[in-house]
């Protein structure tokens, strides 16, 4: 069936670009989405990228996607304290219409 | 700002207690979820509803029941608590037919 991947953890020191990376199997998800929850809390939307969309920037934020490759990824730059969390990627699935979560990669950012 | 709210926020029982986590949404959604969520880890889907009076089953077999009477009320009941059923409880709603959901901030429950 249909999955997504991340890996589990990313270390970054303060200033540095954070990269966080994501797979997904399903070919005709339409939009993949950038969630980040906070300890303690619920998951908050970031960003997102239509399908037929190479890149998106936001502010620090920065999504890449090849579609070829099915491959997502999240650049932030000049990473902060406070964007210590857990980084959810998500694929939606026209086909199943639903929303597949990846695990979560936790960043830790250090000074 | 997502208008989505849970309560109670924590909850701590006693084995076998009957419990209603509540979730509500202002934003006129057709779609809500229900969440289990172990500290730091992936998410299962445990419940969804496409509307009023459609309740589904998730992708995680759990023992609690939902219903949907209104579109913005999706309360998740527990008959009887027990120490496995320990965990988080996110809920989220979405537009139909759209990807982007929207969370609320989560019940953390304890059972003892």
């Known amino acids: 069936g249909e999955d997504v991947e991340q890996s589990l953890f990313l270390s970054v020191r303060e200033g540095d670009s954070s990269v966080i990376n994501c797979t997904y199997t399903?070919?005709?998800?339409?939009?993949l989405y950038w969630y980040k929850q906070e300890p303690g809390a619920g998951l908050q939307l970031l960003t997102y990228?239509?399908?037929?969309?190479d890149m998106k920037q936001d502010q620090r934020l920065t999504v890449l996607l090849n579609k070829k490759d099915k491959h997502l990824s999240l650049r932030i730059a000049d990473t902060q304290t406070g964007d210590s969390a857990i980084y959810f990627c998500?694929?939606?699935?026209?086909?199943?219409?639903?929303?597949?979560f990846g695990a979560g990669t936790r960043l830790a950012v250090h000074p | 700002e997502a208008d989505i709210y849970q309560t109670p926020r924590y909850l701590v029982i006693g084995t076998g207690k009957k419990i209603t986590l509540e979730c509500s949404q202002t934003?006129?959604?057709?779609?809500m979820y229900w969440y289990q969520q172990d500290p730091g880890m992936e998410l299962h889907l445990i419940h969804y509803s496409y509307g009023v009076n459609s309740t589904e089953k998730g992708d995680l077999s759990s023992e609690s029941t939902v219903s949907r009477i209104r579109t913005e009320h999706f309360p998740l009941t527990l008959e009887s608590a027990r120490p496995s059923h320990t965990s988080q409880y996110l809920c989220a709603s979405s537009l139909q037919g759209a990807g982007e959901q929207y969370f609320g901030p989560g019940t953390r429950l304890t059972v003892t």
């Open positions: 998500a694929a939606f699935s026209g086909g199943y219409n639903k929303l597949i």
């Open positions: 934003m006129g959604h057709d779609k």
């Open positions: 990228i239509f399908s037929n969309m």
């Open positions: 399903d070919s005709s998800s339409t939009y």
